[in-house]
């Protein structure tokens, strides 16, 4: 490596992105259940109990699945009725709740064919729902696998954590990867498998360290009452995330499911979603 790619790579290296906090506003949620008018107020009123953290003036309306007879005529309420946050189960709208493989038509368009913020909770039938009222929003977990620079992530997860309470910041690398990575480079004879898998493993977790830390100070500057963790580290993802959720009784997990890239569900976010069905999930 010449002096200038050192130089460069000093300077990189060095360079950390700075968290910046975005205004999330929550003035009006939109509840989709299954259910007659009276059942699915029931629900709606539990969920308002979980989610006492967004205050007294939110504007809720209650919408029985048998408002709509299809996804279009769904699509039309929400815009009629603009909300910020739409809370729902999986399978609204279906018999086929038994089936714990899939969510459901509704909720895979909902959280692709919105911009709004899409929460998980039980299904109004399960013990879980039941159980609402007397949760919070105390311990609220953002997993991700792509931390720095995501405010947007981090700033929802703030709206929904409660004051006094613990906002975890979650970054997990997929171990199977870097196994792939670490395989190659044993191949290449100029490099020092040890060292430079080492040093590969030390960069990809101090970015999302860095970053958590600059949330942690921005934070604490503005005099937020929520205590920020961190948890930074290397996982077969899916099966960390159970570890993690238990680890710290996360009572709300936030993550992104929109990709760019692709019309499906970003990355991990459906394993999660079907197979984290007792922890309240907000979907952006």
């Not at 039938?125 to 009222?133: F, R, W």
């Not at 970053?211 to 996982?235: K, M, N, R």
């Not at 710290?248 to 979603?273: C, F, R, W, Y």
Request: glycine letters at 4%; aromatic letters at 4%.
């Amino acid at each position: 490596m010449d002096k200038v790619d050192q130089f460069e790579s000093l300077f990189k290296s060095a360079a950390k992105e700075p968290f910046q906090r975005q205004d999330v506003r929550v003035t009006s949620a939109l509840v989709v259940a299954d259910g007659d008018e009276e059942a699915v107020k029931a629900y709606a009123d539990q969920i308002r109990g979980f989610l006492s953290v967004l205050g007294a003036n939110v504007r809720w309306t209650d919408v029985p699945s048998s408002a709509f007879s299809n996804i279009q005529e769904l699509m039309e309420i929400l815009e009629r009725e603009d909300p910020d946050l739409i809370c729902t189960h999986r399978h609204v709208g279906s018999p086929n709740q038994r089936w714990a493989w899939t969510l459901g038509e509704v909720l895979d368009v909902l959280t692709q064919a919105t911009d709004r913020a899409v929460m998980v909770l039980p299904h109004p039938d399960s013990e879980d729902a039941e159980k609402l009222p007397d949760r919070d929003t105390g311990v609220v977990m953002v997993m991700t696998d792509h931390l720095t620079g995501d405010g947007r992530l981090v700033s929802h997860a703030l709206r929904y954590t409660t004051p006094k309470g613990r906002l975890v910041l979650c970054h997990v690398e997929d171990d199977t990867v870097l196994a792939r990575y670490t395989d190659a480079i044993a191949k290449i004879p100029e490099m020092d498998t040890e060292s430079v898998t080492e040093l590969l493993r030390e960069r990809l977790l101090k970015d999302p360290a860095d970053y958590i830390e600059s949330c942690q100070e921005a934070l604490a500057e503005a005099g937020v009452p929520v205590t920020i963790e961190a948890d930074v580290g290397f996982g077969h993802r899916l099966t960390t995330w159970k570890r993690l959720v238990d680890a710290h009784e996360a009572s709300l997990l936030v993550m992104n499911t929109k990709d760019e890239d692709q019309d499906a569900m970003h990355g991990l976010a459906h394993p999660i979603a079907i197979e984290m069905r007792q922890v309240p999930l907000l979907m952006l």
